[in-house]
């Protein structure tokens, strides 16, 4: 899909997440929507990659954290969180925009949401 159509299908992807968060719905859904007009028909890029990305900035920003009193590694740390919750949305609507989600990478998915948020506690 190319232009407005491949627009209007992301959109409907969106609108299937079931997530009311605030932080999703403003900023992390639109921008990974906005990610996938340009990449979406990348063969390269598949959910799981996604996935394996945003836990490897997760345990980023946790691993940054651990550093104490440093201003370079706390803006850091909000950057790598920032871009894992895009990540977190991209996997999830680029499954939906191919039609080739499964039952395992929902679970992988939730799975890693829960590791990565113990890593940051």
Same mark, same amino acid.
């Given at each position: 899909?190319?232009?407005?159509?491949?627009?209007?299908? +992301?959109? /409907?992807?969106?609108?299937?997440?079931? /997530?009311?968060?605030?932080?999703?719905?403003?900023?992390?859904?639109? +921008?990974?929507?906005?990610?996938?007009?340009?990449?979406?028909?990348?063969?390269?890029?598949?959910?799981?990659?996604?996935?394996?990305?945003?836990?490897?900035?997760?345990?980023?920003?946790?691993?940054?954290? +651990?550093?104490? /009193?440093?201003?370079?590694?706390?803006?850091?740390?909000?950057?790598?969180?920032?871009?894992?919750?895009?990540?977190?949305?991209?996997?999830?609507?680029?499954?939906?925009?191919?039609?080739?989600?499964?039952?395992?990478?929902?679970?992988?998915?939730?799975?890693?949401?829960?590791?990565?948020?113990?890593?940051?506690?």
């Amino acid at each position: 899909l190319h232009g407005a159509r491949r627009w209007r299908r +992301l959109g /409907d992807g969106v609108s299937a997440a079931n /997530d009311p968060a605030f932080w999703g719905q403003i900023v992390a859904r639109p +921008l990974a929507r906005l990610t996938l007009q340009a990449l979406a028909e990348q063969p390269w890029l598949t959910p799981n990659r996604i996935t394996a990305v945003s836990v490897a900035c997760c345990f980023g920003a946790a691993i940054a954290m +651990l550093v104490p /009193d440093s201003t370079a590694l706390t803006i850091l740390t909000l950057a790598l969180l920032g871009i894992r919750s895009v990540l977190d949305s991209l996997d999830g609507q680029l499954a939906r925009y191919r039609a080739c989600g499964s039952h395992f990478g929902s679970y992988v998915d939730k799975v890693t949401d829960v590791f990565c948020w113990g890593a940051l506690y």
